[in-house]
């Protein structure tokens, strides 16, 4: 059984970071894709990163420059550094999966899903 489990979120003031993991089991994911989108109250879940299965990444246009997406496949953990964090940012954000070796922006191209931290940033 795969289980995705995020951690890291909480409430932070503009300006600041947070770093989210996210921990995989029941499968191996070194060669898959793994992305972070998030969902803010009343909107649509949005595409935040992603990274390949060699590395390659992609961001959203609002958090580029602003966030980092790595991964540390000896611990099966994806991570996204979050810095100079704006009050737009807050949302749940979700991890996701992929069985695919190539990452897509758009929440169908991903087959797993944790359950989601919430990330607050009060300005």
């Known amino acids: 059984q795969v289980q995705l489990v995020e951690s890291g979120g909480g409430l932070v003031q503009a300006g600041g970071s947070l770093r989210l993991s996210c921990a995989a089991s029941?499968?191996?994911?070194?060669?898959?894709?793994m992305g972070w989108f998030r969902q803010a109250p009343g909107k649509e879940r949005e595409f935040v990163a992603a990274?390949?299965?060699?590395?390659?990444?992609s961001y959203a246009d609002s958090v580029k420059g602003r966030f980092t997406i790595s991964r540390d496949n000896a611990k099966n953990t994806v991570y996204l550094q979050m810095n100079n964090l704006k009050p737009e940012d807050t949302a749940v954000y979700y991890c996701?999966?992929?069985?695919?070796?190539?990452?897509?922006?758009?929440?169908?191209?991903?087959?797993?899903w944790g359950q989601g931290t919430q990330v607050t940033v009060s300005s």
């Open positions: 990274i390949s299965w060699s590395d390659s990444t």
């Open positions: 029941g499968r191996t994911f070194s060669r898959s894709a």
């Open positions: 996701a999966a992929s069985r695919s070796y190539s990452f897509g922006s758009f929440p169908r191209s991903y087959d797993y």
